[in-house]
């Protein structure tokens, strides 16, 4: 019998995220983003970890409306015996006050086209909408774009599956954060913040694994650095 069928492991085991991401801002509304993200499941009995890179691309008509193109990839350890691959595509449209106050709010809805081959030869291909509502608000300077200011920031946002379930072990239904960001000054950004994930595995394993742990917390940090 696995090791796991005899785990006593038990209590909170949080997930990690971190990533560092490198933007260009033009004058004429368009913007360039990367990231490369590396999240890890602190746990030895429900082994998880995804390495990702997502390349993004906005256009903003104004400073209220913006259309913007993703193309994310992953490599993501669902279990002891299965990982996947995702390409996942999606378009965006956000909606948001200016930053140029002390607060904003920002509405952002996706639809992702997720295409996911796994290690036991199986496939799957579904649509995916998201929407976060985001609010922000300036706690040291008079707005959000100043050098110096540090941020408190909250977001909400909804997955819904247009299709069929994915098989993964954290099969997203809603996510919550509550953050802080520093700017040091137009170059460097700083963020850290705490997500609660409501999510639940969709993965065909046998009910010896571990069910009295906690996995839907997140701590997430992350850098910026705009050419």
């Known amino acids: 019998m696995s090791s796991i069928a005899h785990s006593q492991e ?3 085991k949080p997930q990690i995220w971190s990533n560092a991401n490198i933007g260009w801002n033009s004058d004429n509304g368009f913007t360039l983003l990367n990231t490369t993200s590396y999240n ?6 429900l082994p998880w970890n995804e390495f990702s890179n997502t390349f993004s691309t906005a256009y903003a008509f104004n400073p209220h409306i913006a259309v913007i193109g993703e193309f994310y990839t992953s490599r993501t350890k669902q279990s002891t015996t299965l990982s996947s691959s995702e390409l996942r595509p999606a378009i965006a449209l956000r909606l948001s006050t200016s930053n140029e106050n002390r607060w904003r709010i920002a509405n952002n809805s996706k639809l992702e086209f997720r295409f996911m081959n796994y290690t036991n030869e199986s496939r799957d291909n579904t649509l ?14 008079m707005n959000l774009e100043q050098d110096g ?16 379930s994915t098989v993964e072990r954290f099969f997203t239904s809603a996510k919550v954060k509550l953050g802080t960001g520093y700017r040091l000054n137009y170059n460097w950004r700083f963020d850290f913040g705490v997500i609660y994930l409501d999510a639940y ?17 997140i701590v997430d940090f992350g850098v910026y650095y705009i050419l």
């Open 10 to 12: 038990k209590g909170f």
């Open 201 to 217: 595995t969709t993965i065909d394993e046998p009910s010896v694994l571990p069910t009295n742990i906690v996995t839907k917390f």
């Open 149 to 164: 200011s540090i941020v408190l920031y909250s977001y909400f946002e909804i997955f819904r599956n247009l299709e069929k």
């Open 40 to 45: 890890v499941l602190l746990s030895n009995d």
């Open 128 to 141: 995916r909408f998201r929407n976060k509502t985001l609010i922000s608000v300036a706690l040291k300077e």
